[in-house]
């Protein structure tokens, strides 16, 4: 049998023990095994030796296993934790926070979609060298057969309404139970939901979804820099405004992760590619077609105020339940503020802001009983403008508008079109390259891809050249398009003066 040492950066990781290939001789735990490479033992707690290495990471590793103790030799998952802490207090804090975490999951673990906490101990060895001794942590899980809906996504492509909804059925329960017991998982993403093979699951015929990865090893890690503040690690887009900023998570962070979760299985696109950071909302919409129900719900997931979202896990699965006309709306808020005029993003989901009664002169008397607030809060600073996307779609465009426009030039000449054709098919071109662009159609290497061709297509066909010749035409083009960015740095320029002092 090859079992895996645990030890990082092994030279030789893999040992053959042959004493371990007969699966019906159960194992002694007086006899050790160790690495012929470095003299780690391979046999942890006396019963768990790793197979084969499924991840390593900045702060540990995860390894697949097998328990000696149980007949058939069950697989299992073993993650190792190796704080890299030279400072003793922070050694112990880790430590401390290591052992509340085995605690948490254990009790976590007895959730049916969750997976089992089997060991939690920590290891004592020589170092290499044999100079001194190294101590080592781990967690033993029960092995999850199956494939992440990352892997899902990629072999069958986007998931339907129907899909995700059930998506969302199987896993709010689960963390409707997790937030019941104190925890919040902090990292609910694809590739932290697995689905187990039908053949595999304790439940013949049906595929049930885990929720992998608390975020045991993450959490330990920051205690020796952050002094506390476990929320720091985190994917991005993924976590919510708050959790990126490192500040306190809630619930309802979590079901924002679900609802990115969602949505990219819906539209098959990258996070960061139906994030809208210009104007600080999700743009998915255009990307799926859903019911107004199961975009509202997710509408209010992705609200980047905590207060906003869903404060529970029950109370998506209650609204996703509800039929489309009878689909409950949450409590108003405890002091309802009318401002004059309505913010321009919508805060609240479209099904939901239906039942809100339009504004009516009457509530515009502040009520008796409570003074009414100012009617305007603070001006907040205008939005910074996306700089780079500015200059690169203004160099695009001066380059691709010269050279179109030499090429059309060109083409009137040689075919005597009229001016007034010539001018409007210029027009034309141009609306529509900058219509493009502003629905992000061409973007990033699209722009680089046209401008290639395009200058390829002005410098090897001297019909469309104006009689310039190529060399002289693409340095034309290149001059204009430096002069776009030249503009739009003096725009960038007034624009963040006029936001600082107005």
């Known amino acids: 049998m090859l079992v895996y040492c645990t030890r990082p950066h092994c030279s030789r990781p893999q040992n053959d023990v042959p004493d371990l290939d007969n699966p019906n001789k159960r194992y002694s735990r007086?006899?050790?095994?160790?690495?012929?490479?470095?003299?780690?033992?391979?046999?942890?707690?006396?019963?768990?030796?790793?197979?084969?290495?499924?991840?390593?990471?900045?702060?540990?590793?995860?390894?697949?296993?097998?328990?000696?103790?149980?007949?058939?030799r069950r697989e299992c998952v073993i993650k190792q934790f190796m704080p890299m802490m030279s400072d003793p207090q922070s050694r112990q804090k880790a430590l401390e926070l290591f052992e509340r975490e085995g605690q948490v999951l254990d009790q976590l673990g007895q959730h049916a979609q969750i997976?089992?906490?089997?060991?939690?101990?920590?290891?004592?060895?020589?170092?290499?060298?044999?100079?001194?001794?190294?101590?080592?942590?781990?967690?033993?899980?029960?092995?999850?057969?199956?494939?992440?809906l990352e892997d899902e996504l990629a072999q069958q492509g986007c998931f339907s309404e129907e899909q995700v909804r059930q998506v969302l059925r199987e896993l709010l329960p689960v963390l409707q139970y997790v937030h019941d017991h104190g925890s919040i998982h902090r990292d609910i993403k694809l590739s932290n939901i697995m689905r187990q093979h039908p053949s595999k699951t304790k439940f013949p015929g049906q595929g049930r979804l885990y929720l992998l990865d608390f975020g045991a090893v993450k959490q330990i890690s920051q205690a020796g820099g952050q002094q506390g503040h476990f929320t720091g690690i985190y994917t991005q887009y993924y976590a919510p405004p708050e959790q990126a900023r490192g500040e306190r998570v809630y619930p309802s962070s979590d079901l924002y992760a679900l609802a990115v979760t969602c949505i990219v299985l819906l539209t098959g696109k990258d996070p960061s590619q139906l994030f809208d950071a210009y104007n600080n909302r999700w743009d998915w919409h255009s990307y799926a077609q859903v019911s107004p129900q199961l975009q509202a719900i997710l509408d209010r997931m992705l609200q980047p105020a905590p207060s906003d979202r869903y404060q529970s896990a029950a109370e998506v699965l209650a609204d996703l339940n509800a039929s489309p006309a009878s689909a409950p709306a949450p409590p108003p808020p405890p002091q309802p503020v009318v401002p004059p005029s309505p913010p321009p993003?919508?805060?609240?989901?479209?099904?939901?802001?239906?039942?809100?009664?339009?504004?009516?002169?009457?509530?515009?008397?502040?009520?008796?009983?409570?003074?009414?607030?100012?009617?305007?809060?603070?001006?907040?600073?205008?939005?910074?403008?996306?700089?780079?996307?500015?200059?690169?779609?203004?160099?695009?465009?001066?380059?691709?508008?010269?050279?179109?426009?030499?090429?059309?030039?060109?083409?009137?000449?040689?075919?005597?079109?009229?001016?007034?054709?010539?001018?409007?098919?210029?027009?034309?071109?141009?609306?529509?390259?900058?219509?493009?662009?502003?629905?992000?159609?061409?973007?990033?290497?699209?722009q680089l891809i046209i401008a290639v061709i395009s200058g390829a297509v002005l410098f090897f066909v001297p019909l469309l050249q104006a009689g310039l010749g190529g060399v002289t035409a693409l340095l034309i083009c290149g001059l204009v398009g430096l002069g776009c960015v030249v503009m739009g740095n003096i725009f960038l320029l007034i624009y963040n003066i006029l936001a600082r002092f107005l």
């Open 30 to 72: 007086v006899a050790e095994r160790f690495c012929t490479a470095c003299g780690m033992p391979l046999i942890l707690r006396g019963r768990y030796v790793a197979e084969r290495l499924l991840g390593r990471g900045g702060f540990g590793a995860a390894y697949l296993a097998r328990d000696l103790d149980t007949p058939g």
């Open 115 to 148: 997976p089992d906490l089997l060991a939690f101990f920590a290891e004592e060895v020589p170092s290499v060298d044999g100079q001194g001794v190294e101590q080592y942590f781990y967690l033993v899980q029960e092995y999850i057969d199956g494939e992440t």
């Open 345 to 446: 993003p919508p805060v609240t989901p479209p099904v939901l802001s239906q039942l809100v009664p339009p504004p009516s002169p009457s509530p515009v008397t502040p009520p008796t009983s409570t003074p009414r607030p100012k009617a305007q809060p603070t001006r907040q600073p205008a939005p910074p403008l996306p700089a780079l996307k500015i200059l690169i779609g203004a160099g695009f465009t001066g380059f691709e508008m010269t050279a179109l426009g030499l090429m059309i030039f060109s083409l009137m000449t040689a075919w005597q079109l009229p001016v007034g054709v010539s001018a409007g098919l210029m027009g034309a071109l141009f609306a529509l390259l900058v219509f493009m662009q502003y629905k992000r159609w061409i973007e990033h290497w699209e």
